[in-house]
């Protein structure tokens, strides 16, 4: 029964020739691979939003029936929406919650958030990250900071930091939860319950009110634990979170010690801050010193292979 309603949606699509023998040799010549060409299609769609499947067939030198089972792919994964004639990107907070997705939004609000939370670590302290994209952004640029004690639940974090020196690390283990790239689960919790370090940071969906907030239960029990085993705690956001809820309140924001926000924050989204009455510093978005270009570079291998592993 399942199968017939599968084939009864793929009908459903415009009927369309296919376009191998039209397209320009320049994209023959490409020479990629599916998972490569899924990743394009993927960041072509992102970039133009709203996309035909004979645009993105011309563009990819495949065909049209090609096209639409890489879209199909993308669908399932929450990256965009399928309609008769054409895809769109898909902005819900589903789609928002796909971590391929959060390391690329609002990188520049990211980095200099992740620039300005590494004036508060110094050497020899234990530093706790979460598993968001904007605790990645701060893994980025803390080499040169060591010797730390490093303790994450994040795949990405992980692999950036390996190659610092003289960062120890500590990998908190759990069921791998491939929406954030990252473990999560009962045995992470016990993990994190088991330490004590210096300082955590960790991010939210969105901030409202008097509370940080998130859509998914089991990172909201990770948060907390994380929270519970640090002696000084950091809310990293970026300006588009503010104003904004999601199903489950995380905790309310007078746990934290300080809100990191980028200077892209209008006043009327930091009254919630002021009305709350909690400490805020706002992070100055500029280009990232020299000294980060090695950061910056891992930052774009890791997006590389962080997009291939989410395509298999």
């Known amino acids: 029964m399942s199968r017939s309603t599968g084939r009864a949606r793929d009908n459903d699509l415009p009927s369309e020739p296919a376009l191998d023998d039209q397209v320009p040799r320049e994209t023959r010549r490409l020479g990629l691979d599916g998972r490569q060409r899924i990743d394009l299609v993927r960041e072509y769609v992102l970039a133009h939003y709203s996309v035909s499947p004979t645009e993105l067939a011309q563009q990819f030198g495949v065909s049209v029936m090609t096209v639409h089972r890489d ?15 054409g895809v769109t990107a898909q902005p819900s907070a589903v789609f928002e919650s796909n971590v391929a997705y959060r390391v690329k939004a609002m990188q520049a609000e990211k980095a200099a958030i992740a620039e300005h939370a590494r004036g508060l670590i110094e050497p020899g302290m234990a530093v706790l990250l979460d598993d968001s994209t904007t605790s990645l952004a701060l893994a980025r640029c803390m080499e040169g900071l060591s010797p730390l004690i490093v303790v994450t639940n994040h ?50 969906y969105g901030v409202s009110g008097n509370h940080a907030y998130h859509p998914d239960q089991e990172i909201v029990a990770g948060k907390l634990a994380m929270l519970a085993c640090a002696e000084r705690k950091v809310l990293l956001v970026d300006h588009s979170k503010l104003g ?15 809100i990191v926000v980028d200077e892209g924050a209008t006043a009327s989204s930091l009254r919630g801050l002021d009305e709350a009455k909690v400490r805020y510093e706002l992070a100055k978005i500029g280009p ?22 989410l395509v298999q």
């Open 71 to 85: 879209l199909a792919q993308l669908e399932q994964q929450g990256v965009v929406r399928r309609f008769r004639g």
């Open 244 to 258: 904004r809820k999601a199903l489950h309140q995380v905790c309310p924001l007078s746990l934290f010690d300080l």
């Open 155 to 204: 795949l990405g974090s992980l692999t950036t930091l390996r190659q610092f020196a003289d960062i120890r690390l500590i990998a908190l283990g759990g069921d791998y939860y491939a929406k954030y790239d990252s473990f999560v689960g009962m045995s992470c919790v016990a993990a994190v319950e088991s330490l004590r370090v210096d300082i955590a940071f960790v991010s939210t």
């Open 288 to 309: 990232p010193p020299a000294s980060r270009a090695r950061g910056q570079a891992e930052a774009i291998q890791s997006d590389r292979n962080l997009n291939d592993d």
